[in-house]
């Protein structure tokens, strides 16, 4: 389906585009307070703030939308020795709990998301529930990952093993 693989392609650009911007905004932040509070004598604590919400953003949104499968770090002690069936079985298993935990937790994130519009950021006044929102993406989008991994597992497709001879590989 090559028009699906150009739709998902434009879309990652565009996820890393994002993650592009939040990083520019910490940098940004960071560089003038530094000048701020060097230059001028002058701290400023939106820089600060600002930080802070650009980082919890970059990271959730980069967790669920940047990052593939294979750059995520694993621990495969158990899974790297095994045969390809009970690997298969092992991330059958890991899938189904990852998807049961994140779909049991949603209500109760959720509920404290919507529960957070009382409060708001001491500088910049950005409330609560704007600011965790990128959390329930995040969920919904580990949910999503898993369910198709989970997909690919029950029609025998695995990724390949992990190979620590790899430049990549986090082992």
């Known amino acids: 389906m090559p028009a699906l693989r150009l739709i998902a392609g434009r879309l990652h650009r565009f996820a890393e585009g994002v ?56 621990l495969d002690l158990l899974s790297g020795g095994a045969g390809r069936r009970a690997r298969l079985v092992m991330g059958g298993i890991c899938a189904i709990a990852i998807i049961t935990l994140y779909g049991m937790s949603m209500p109760a994130a959720y509920s404290y998301v919507s529960f957070m519009k009382v409060e708001s950021t001491s500088y910049l006044k950005i409330r609560f529930d704007w600011l965790f929102s990128i959390y329930l993406v995040f969920a919904l989008a580990v949910i999503v990952r898993y369910l198709w991994l989970l997909w690919q597992l029950l029609r025998n497709r695995q990724p390949p093993a992990a190979d620590p001879a790899q430049t990549g590989s986090a082992l």
């Open 19 to 74: 993650a592009g911007v939040l990083l520019a905004v910490i940098f940004v932040a960071f560089i003038i307070q530094i000048v701020f509070r060097y230059a001028f004598n002058l701290p400023v604590g939106w820089t600060s703030e600002l930080s802070v919400v650009a980082w919890l953003w970059l990271v959730l949104w980069g967790a669920a939308f940047v990052l593939k499968e294979d750059d995520e770090i694993r």
